[in-house]
């Protein structure tokens, strides 16, 4: 519905990365980062009037964790821990800040909290492959105390589809 440009984006960043133009690649997942940011921003309160469907949740949050994730694979081809880590932390702290943030509608937060789970668990493999072991520990605990605030909060009703990365 509202995703033709991050669409362009990221097929023309996901086409320069298979060719390694490294800067071409960086610059087009950068700008997929700002569009998804961009779209988000139209779902909250009161302006969300009829975006903020299933379906429209789903690609709202999947846009934005392929948008990071893209950049992660892309410092990581390239063998640039620190950026790639950035980008995985940067995909799950914007998930808690959806599910945090009482201007988005129950429908979104409920969607950030269910793949809140996907990007815990890519974020903790990453933390674990590389020896990051103090950073385990933290999101462990951090994960531990959002998830069971928020299905409190939101009365354990974040059963939604699995998004597809």
């Known amino acids: 519905m509202f995703d033709h440009k991050w669409k362009r984006l990221i097929v023309k960043g996901n086409a320069a990365f298979k060719c390694r133009c490294v800067s071409e690649a960086r610059d087009f997942y ?6 998804s940011d961009r779209i988000l921003k139209l779902f909250r309160f009161p302006q969300c009037q009829g975006v903020d469907t ?7 949050v999947s846009m934005m964790v392929v948008s990071h994730h893209n950049m ?6 390239y063998g640039v821990l620190i950026s790639q880590t ?4 940067m995909a799950h702290q914007k998930l808690i800040d959806i599910v945090r ?18 990007t815990y668990m890519a974020l903790l493999s990453h933390y674990k492959t590389n020896g990051l072991a103090d ?11 959002i998830k069971y605030t928020f299905d409190v909060v939101l009365g354990n009703c974040c059963q939604r589809s699995v998004l597809v990365h």
């Open 30 to 35: 950068c700008q997929s980062i700002a569009e």
């Open 86 to 89: 950035y980008y995985l932390e």
């Open 54 to 60: 299933e379906n429209n949740c789903l690609d709202m």
């Open 101 to 118: 943030d009482t201007r988005f509608s129950e429908a979104l937060r409920a969607t950030a909290i269910a793949e809140l789970s996907r």
């Open 135 to 145: 950073e385990s520990a933290l999101l462990v605990d951090q994960y531990s105390r």
């Open 72 to 77: 992660a694979d892309l410092w990581n081809r």
